[in-house]
């Protein structure tokens, strides 16, 4: 017995040391595949140029903030839903779109109107992806914001170039590079489609109404919806304000540049029905043949904003341009 244990033991032996040199010998070969299989957990430092301003990102957020409806369904239609602790400005929103709506409806509210400094940083959130008017002078403090350890990066864009960008960025950021990437191609698969549509039609001339009052509040050159209503076949008639992305303009210039369709902005106050009626018994733009023949087309307001939406936007739009093209 002895004898055969101790045979055993040298057969044990023998096959532990070349089982010990296989193994060294494989370490040896793809130590370097095994080093980057083992940081493939790490998530490695990035940093964004954020329209001019450094955004630095040491760790994949798990509780983010998205100020604007705009910014919150691009998370949803990107499959970051969960990481959404809460949204700001539904105030403007009239809702997701229908395949939207479920993933949305779980995201918790943190303020109906604009984010408050004392609900985001008593959120718990460590990243923040917010629309521009959120921040600044009137709003939050990206400075103070990183140095509670909240990192914020800005959606701002103003060219398509611009807010894939800002998709991709975020595709970094949450490790989803691909999902990104296959988004921003469907985008542009389906804004092409709608050119090639319209291609040859003489731009339709639009006027942008926000709201009214002592004159029209619409959208300049450097807005982001003037990019869209070109897309989709139209001008801004305003697109030669060039230095302000919103502006108030008075009713005897929007008289001149004679508007074929007046694009309305759809928001909670006041409501579409009572734009419409507005524009119909002012006494300046009443006079237009626009409004005369009821060419009105209404697009929500988040519609228009940066965000997941531009194929959706531009489509719409072009139907509302050109109805004959779309029956």
Known sequence: M???FAGMLGILVILGGVLA????????????????????????????????????ITAKPTKVLTLGPNTTELFVALGLTDFII?????????????????????????????ATRE????????FIYGIDWE??????????L???????????????????QEIRDIGQIFEIEVTAEQYVTKQQERIAAVQEKIKGK?????????????????????????????????????????????????????????PDVILIHDYDIPSLEQKISDIKNDPALSQLESVQNGNFVAISLESVLPGNRMAYTVETLAKGFYPELFD
């Open 2 to 4: 002895k004898k055969c």
């Open 21 to 56: 040199g296989c193994g060294a010998s494989s370490n040896n070969e793809t130590g370097g595949n095994v080093s980057k299989s083992s940081m493939a957990f790490e998530y490695k430092t990035l940093t964004f140029d954020n329209y001019g301003r450094e955004v630095t």
């Open 86 to 114: 809460g949204n700001s400005l539904d105030n403007h929103s009239r809702g997701a779109l229908p395949e939207y709506e479920g993933d949305y409806a779980r995201i918790p509210e943190l303020t109906y109107g604009s």
């Open 119 to 126: 609900a985001v940083i008593t959120s718990g959130a460590d």
């Open 135 to 144: 921040f600044g002078s009137e709003g939050l403090d990206e400075k103070e």
């Open 146 to 164: 990183a140095g509670m350890g909240i990192p914020s990066y800005k959606n701002s864009a103003s060219t398509m170039d611009d807010i894939y």
């Open 202 to 258: 003489e731009p339709v001339k639009v006027l942008v109404y926000d709201s009214g009052g002592d004159g029209v509040f619409t959208a300049g050159k450097s807005n982001f919806e003037t990019l869209l209503i070109e897309f989709a076949g139209g001008k801004n008639i305003f697109d030669d304000i060039a230095d302000q992305q919103w502006t108030t303009v008075s009713y005897e210039e929007v008289l001149k540049r004679k």
